[in-house]
Protein backbone atom coordinates (compact mmCIF):
# COMPACT_ATOMS: atom_id res chain seq x y z
CA UNK A 1 0.00 0.00 0.00
CA UNK A 2 1.55 3.11 -0.55
CA UNK A 3 1.77 6.32 1.43
CA UNK A 4 -0.74 8.60 1.22
CA UNK A 5 -0.12 12.29 2.23
CA UNK A 6 -2.58 14.22 4.79
CA UNK A 7 -4.70 17.60 2.95
CA UNK A 8 -6.02 19.90 4.71
CA UNK A 9 -7.66 23.21 4.64
CA UNK A 10 -6.48 25.58 6.09
CA UNK A 11 -8.95 28.83 7.39
CA UNK A 12 -7.92 31.86 6.19
CA UNK A 13 -6.36 35.01 8.25
CA UNK A 14 -9.20 37.38 9.03
CA UNK A 15 -6.45 39.88 10.70
CA UNK A 16 -8.57 42.33 12.79
CA UNK A 17 -6.35 45.96 12.38
CA UNK A 18 -8.87 48.44 13.92
CA UNK A 19 -8.03 50.74 16.80
CA UNK A 20 -10.63 48.63 18.71
CA UNK A 21 -8.61 45.54 18.42
CA UNK A 22 -5.52 46.82 19.77
CA UNK A 23 -4.41 45.71 22.69
CA UNK A 24 -2.75 48.43 24.76
CA UNK A 25 -0.54 47.67 28.03
CA UNK A 26 2.49 49.12 29.83
CA UNK A 27 4.64 47.90 27.17
CA UNK A 28 2.89 49.32 24.06
CA UNK A 29 1.13 52.49 25.51
CA UNK A 30 3.54 55.20 24.55
CA UNK A 31 3.16 53.85 20.86
CA UNK A 32 -0.30 53.76 20.76
CA UNK A 33 -0.31 57.30 22.47
CA UNK A 34 2.16 58.74 19.48
CA UNK A 35 -0.83 57.95 17.02
CA UNK A 36 -3.05 59.67 18.68
CA UNK A 37 -1.38 62.59 19.51
CA UNK A 38 -0.53 62.78 15.63
CA UNK A 39 -4.30 62.54 15.22
CA UNK A 40 -4.93 65.11 17.30
CA UNK A 41 -2.64 67.33 15.68
CA UNK A 42 -0.71 67.29 18.68
CA UNK A 43 3.31 66.59 17.14
CA UNK A 44 3.70 66.25 13.40
CA UNK A 45 6.78 63.57 13.61
CA UNK A 46 7.24 60.07 15.72
CA UNK A 47 9.06 57.05 15.16
CA UNK A 48 7.60 53.46 16.99
CA UNK A 49 9.87 51.10 17.06
CA UNK A 50 9.54 47.22 18.64
CA UNK A 51 10.58 43.79 18.06
CA UNK A 52 9.18 41.96 14.96
CA UNK A 53 5.50 41.16 15.20
CA UNK A 54 5.05 43.56 17.97
CA UNK A 55 2.03 45.64 16.57
CA UNK A 56 3.81 48.37 14.77
CA UNK A 57 1.85 48.28 11.34
CA UNK A 58 -1.01 47.53 12.98
CA UNK A 59 -0.77 51.11 14.68
CA UNK A 60 -0.09 52.46 11.30
CA UNK A 61 -3.17 50.93 9.63
CA UNK A 62 -4.94 52.35 12.99
CA UNK A 63 -3.52 55.99 11.73
CA UNK A 64 -4.65 55.81 8.11
CA UNK A 65 -7.85 54.60 8.71
CA UNK A 66 -8.67 57.22 11.19
CA UNK A 67 -7.29 60.27 9.78
CA UNK A 68 -9.96 60.62 7.41
CA UNK A 69 -9.18 64.49 6.61
CA UNK A 70 -6.00 63.23 5.29
CA UNK A 71 -4.26 62.44 2.48
CA UNK A 72 -1.59 59.49 3.41
CA UNK A 73 1.00 57.73 1.63
CA UNK A 74 2.30 54.30 3.10
CA UNK A 75 5.40 52.82 2.01
CA UNK A 76 7.86 49.61 3.25
CA UNK A 77 11.15 49.99 2.75
CA UNK A 78 10.87 51.54 -0.70
CA UNK A 79 12.19 55.24 -0.37
CA UNK A 80 12.71 56.32 -3.84
CA UNK A 81 10.60 58.67 -5.52
CA UNK A 82 8.89 59.56 -2.50
CA UNK A 83 9.39 63.33 -2.60
CA UNK A 84 7.39 63.67 -5.80
CA UNK A 85 4.28 62.03 -4.37
CA UNK A 86 5.05 63.95 -0.80
CA UNK A 87 3.96 67.80 -2.10
CA UNK A 88 0.06 66.15 -2.87
CA UNK A 89 -0.19 64.34 0.62
CA UNK A 90 -0.41 64.86 4.47
CA UNK A 91 0.62 62.37 6.19
CA UNK A 92 3.35 59.66 5.31
CA UNK A 93 4.02 56.66 6.75
CA UNK A 94 7.67 54.96 6.32
CA UNK A 95 7.81 51.37 8.04
CA UNK A 96 11.27 49.40 8.40
CA UNK A 97 13.77 52.62 8.33
CA UNK A 98 16.34 50.39 10.11
CA UNK A 99 16.68 48.73 6.77
CA UNK A 100 17.68 51.67 4.77
CA UNK A 101 21.67 51.16 4.62
CA UNK A 102 21.11 47.79 3.57
CA UNK A 103 18.69 49.21 0.41
CA UNK A 104 20.97 52.42 0.49
CA UNK A 105 17.76 54.72 0.67
CA UNK A 106 19.85 56.80 3.80
CA UNK A 107 19.97 60.17 1.52
CA UNK A 108 16.61 59.19 0.47
CA UNK A 109 14.91 58.89 4.08
CA UNK A 110 17.57 62.17 4.93
CA UNK A 111 15.58 64.56 2.37
CA UNK A 112 11.98 62.58 2.90
CA UNK A 113 12.50 63.97 6.66
CA UNK A 114 13.80 67.63 5.60
CA UNK A 115 10.98 67.81 3.20
CA UNK A 116 8.46 66.96 5.72
CA UNK A 117 9.30 69.57 8.32
CA UNK A 118 10.08 72.31 5.71
CA UNK A 119 6.46 71.77 4.52
CA UNK A 120 4.31 71.11 6.96
CA UNK A 121 3.96 67.13 6.86
CA UNK A 122 3.12 64.29 9.50
CA UNK A 123 5.27 61.62 9.63
CA UNK A 124 5.82 58.44 11.27
CA UNK A 125 8.45 56.10 10.65
CA UNK A 126 8.86 52.33 11.87
CA UNK A 127 12.06 50.49 12.95
CA UNK A 128 12.69 47.42 14.33
CA UNK A 129 15.27 48.49 16.26
CA UNK A 130 15.82 51.97 18.45
CA UNK A 131 17.10 54.43 17.11
CA UNK A 132 20.34 54.50 18.97
CA UNK A 133 21.00 50.84 17.20
CA UNK A 134 20.10 51.89 13.64
CA UNK A 135 23.34 51.19 11.65
CA UNK A 136 23.78 54.04 9.47
CA UNK A 137 26.70 55.86 7.61
CA UNK A 138 25.32 59.39 7.13
CA UNK A 139 25.81 61.61 10.14
CA UNK A 140 23.17 64.25 9.27
CA UNK A 141 20.38 61.40 9.14
CA UNK A 142 21.83 60.37 12.68
CA UNK A 143 21.32 63.86 13.74
CA UNK A 144 17.73 63.68 12.41
CA UNK A 145 16.35 60.80 13.82
CA UNK A 146 17.96 61.68 17.06
CA UNK A 147 15.64 64.68 17.32
CA UNK A 148 11.92 62.59 16.59
CA UNK A 149 10.40 61.46 19.33
CA UNK A 150 10.55 57.83 19.59
CA UNK A 151 8.14 55.51 21.05
CA UNK A 152 9.25 52.40 22.23
CA UNK A 153 7.53 48.91 22.51
CA UNK A 154 8.68 46.18 24.95
CA UNK A 155 8.30 42.64 24.89
CA UNK A 156 5.01 41.60 26.48
CA UNK A 157 3.93 40.39 30.06
CA UNK A 158 2.34 37.47 31.10
CA UNK A 159 -1.11 39.26 30.65
CA UNK A 160 -0.44 40.69 27.43
CA UNK A 161 0.79 37.27 26.32
CA UNK A 162 -2.22 35.80 27.06
CA UNK A 163 -4.37 38.32 25.43
CA UNK A 164 -2.08 38.26 22.12
CA UNK A 165 -2.56 34.88 22.35
CA UNK A 166 -6.63 34.85 22.23
CA UNK A 167 -6.70 37.92 19.36
CA UNK A 168 -4.08 35.58 17.07
CA UNK A 169 -6.25 32.80 17.54
CA UNK A 170 -9.08 34.44 16.92
CA UNK A 171 -7.96 36.04 14.09
CA UNK A 172 -6.97 32.64 12.19
CA UNK A 173 -10.69 31.08 13.43
CA UNK A 174 -9.13 28.91 16.27
CA UNK A 175 -11.06 27.84 19.65
CA UNK A 176 -9.63 26.18 22.05
CA UNK A 177 -9.89 25.27 26.00
CA UNK A 178 -8.70 28.37 28.42
CA UNK A 179 -6.18 25.92 29.88
CA UNK A 180 -4.40 25.62 26.88
CA UNK A 181 -3.55 29.33 26.69
CA UNK A 182 -2.54 28.90 30.01
CA UNK A 183 -0.29 25.97 29.05
CA UNK A 184 1.12 28.01 26.06
CA UNK A 185 1.98 31.14 28.63
CA UNK A 186 3.37 29.28 31.03
CA UNK A 187 6.05 27.60 28.50
CA UNK A 188 6.67 30.11 25.40
CA UNK A 189 9.66 32.63 25.19
CA UNK A 190 8.19 36.36 26.26
CA UNK A 191 8.48 38.07 22.73
CA UNK A 192 6.11 38.69 19.87
CA UNK A 193 7.87 36.69 17.53
CA UNK A 194 8.50 33.29 19.35
CA UNK A 195 4.50 33.82 20.30
CA UNK A 196 3.33 34.66 16.12
CA UNK A 197 5.63 31.78 14.91
CA UNK A 198 4.74 29.32 17.66
CA UNK A 199 0.74 29.57 16.79
CA UNK A 200 1.57 29.41 12.91
CA UNK A 201 3.54 26.27 13.96
CA UNK A 202 0.60 24.55 16.09
CA UNK A 203 -1.80 25.00 13.18
CA UNK A 204 0.41 23.75 10.83
CA UNK A 205 0.51 20.88 13.07
CA UNK A 206 -2.67 20.56 14.14
CA UNK A 207 -4.22 20.40 10.59
CA UNK A 208 -1.60 17.64 9.64
CA UNK A 209 -2.45 15.39 12.19
CA UNK A 210 -6.04 15.86 11.94
CA UNK A 211 -6.65 17.21 15.85
CA UNK A 212 -7.45 19.96 17.74
CA UNK A 213 -5.20 22.02 19.48
CA UNK A 214 -4.97 20.68 23.15
CA UNK A 215 -2.07 20.52 25.29
CA UNK A 216 -1.50 16.85 24.36
CA UNK A 217 -0.03 17.73 21.02
CA UNK A 218 1.15 21.05 22.20
CA UNK A 219 3.08 18.39 24.26
CA UNK A 220 3.98 16.96 20.85
CA UNK A 221 5.37 19.31 19.14
CA UNK A 222 7.48 20.97 21.80
CA UNK A 223 9.16 17.96 22.25
Known amino acids: MKNSKQFYFKMPNKKALGIEDYIIADSNNFAFDLIVKILKG???FGLISGPP????THLSKILIKNARN???LYFDRDYQNILDRLETSDILILENI???KHNKSEQDL???INFSKENNKK????SRKPISEIDLNLEDLKSRLNSILEAKIKEPDDQLMKLILIKILNDKQ??????????????????????????EKIDNFSL?????????LISDLLK
Open 53 to 56: YSGK
Open 208 to 216: EKSKKITIP
Open 70 to 72: YKT
Open 174 to 199: LKINPNVIDFLVSRLERSYESINLFI
Open 123 to 126: LLMT
Open 42 to 44: ETD
Open 98 to 100: DKV
Open 110 to 112: FHI
